[in-house]
């Protein structure tokens, strides 16, 4: 995958222009045009910066070229934004609570389902 070209495709696709892309990522708008030159190749500070200020995950950038998953739902945009200040080991709690959350969901899902079902009857 071609990062600069990929880059280019997602700030059109977002109708940014260089300038404003690097405005709301926070880094220089020479970096930006080195990027999608082919002169620079982003660290992960970078390309997070920028695909935070897309609304757009890692996944997403590194997603198949003309695959945009569009920008994050605000509520999870911010979400992340806080996750990002905890340590490793809160993200790891974090984790740990949501997969309990789903797990608790998908089990009271099947409850219900079961209690909706008719009995079983033998023959």
Not at 39 to 64: H, M, N, W, Y
Not at 78 to 98: D, G, H, S, W
């Amino acid at each position: 995958m071609d990062i600069g070209v990929r880059l280019k495709e997602l700030r059109q696709n977002a109708e940014l222009s260089g300038k404003a892309l690097a405005t709301k990522a926070g880094i220089a708008q020479s970096t930006i045009s080195e990027i999608e030159s082919g002169k620079l190749t982003p660290g992960v500070r970078i390309l997070e910066k920028v695909c935070q200020a897309l609304s757009i995950t890692l996944a997403d950038f590194f997603a198949p070229s003309g695959v945009v998953f569009g920008p994050l739902p605000e509520d999870l945009a911010k979400i992340l934004k806080k996750a990002r200040q905890l340590t490793p080991e809160q993200r790891t709690t974090v984790y740990l609570v949501i997969d309990a959350l789903l797990k608790q969901s998908r089990s009271a899902k099947q409850n219900n389902v079961a209690e909706d079902s008719p009995p079983y009857e033998e023959d």
